[in-house]
């Protein structure tokens, strides 16, 4: 009992500080790519913060499953160090007797990493799609910003605006270049405002002239009082299918196209990498008292970051038809499991292939050795 005790307190604190740090780490990280999205216009600067969320929440199955296994290896590197893990043998805990309260400690952090791989990273996702979305679909108006070059939602037109009133419902020195059926104009006008004619919203521009042009040919140039503009919402083409990470579990699943098979993959692999590390994480611990155990913990960075990147690879092979699903799942992490369960028994049988090495390499120091 107290073997249980001591071992899950330590690997409590030991957790919690490692996910404080990592997730203060990856909020600025999101922080920055999302402050660089939004000064390109790809998300609205009032939702930044929502979209640093939800990114955030995505990301929070591998940030789980990476404080876990950080803990684990820390904690029973620490017991090596101080040689805790001398007097647990003594007193007949082998190195498999870990197993039993690591997972009692590590289950509920497994379910909740499974739950929010195949539920909330789809559902995060979307979220932050459907935010990307609204702001890409905004009106033409809505884009003008004075001082700023904006394009059109369909990319057809430029605006730029020098100034405008504080109610934006009029502006001065105002710019608008357009190519639509193979016809460009370019109109200048020294002030504009908008106007609401029966159902439409018009810019009406006055004082100014405009250019037409086609195919590089110049076709006419004329000079205006007032000059009104139909700018009404602009609609977005439709998306022929949603992309597969904003896809629900259950969607991927009734619809098991390559890409698909690929994000399912990724999920499920998810969940089970964060199994096969904590078996993973009592084999790298082991260590040598006398030495330091930073060595231990850059083999188990290296460990995660490789298994993490196999993760993806084998996603694009299910994606690209280059593997199956279940061969993916068996092969990776089934391989995984098992050569982790076989190192953990030879280290807990103490087993070495330095003597039978030496017995190959000396037969006649060995016989001579022997009565």
Known sequence: MLFH???RK??????????????????????IRTLSLATRGSVNPQEVM???GYTVLGYLPPILTLCLFISIVGTLSRMYRDSEMVIWFAAGRGLSAFLPPLFRFAWPILLVVTGMALVIWPWSNQQTQDLKDRY???GDLERVAPGQFQESASGSRVFFLDKDTPDNKSGKNIFISSNEHGKETVTSARSGHIASIGDGQFLVLANGQQLETTRGVQLKI???EELASLIGPSELGSRDSAPARTRSTLALWMEPTPAHLGELAWRLGL??????????????????????????LVFALFAFVVYYNLLNLGQSWVANS????GGLLLALHGGVMVAGLLWLTSQHNNWSLRPRWRR????????????
Request: cysteine-free.
């Open 10 to 31: 330590e690997l409590a604190r030991s957790f919690g500080a490692t996910l404080v740090v990592l997730v203060t780490i990856v909020m600025t990280m999101t922080l």
């Open 222 to 224: 004329s000079e205006f």
């Open 5 to 7: 005790s001591s071992l």
């Open 271 to 296: 969940a089970l990498a964060a199994l096969n590390l904590v078996v993973i994480a009592v084999t790298v611990s082991s260590a040598n008292p006398r030495a330091g155990r930073s060595g231990n």
């Open 360 to 371: 190959v390499r000396d037969p006649a120091a060995a016989t001579a050795v022997a009565p």
């Open 322 to 325: 280059r593997a199956s699903l």
């Open 136 to 138: 890409g679909k905004r």
């Open 50 to 52: 929502m979209v640093m």
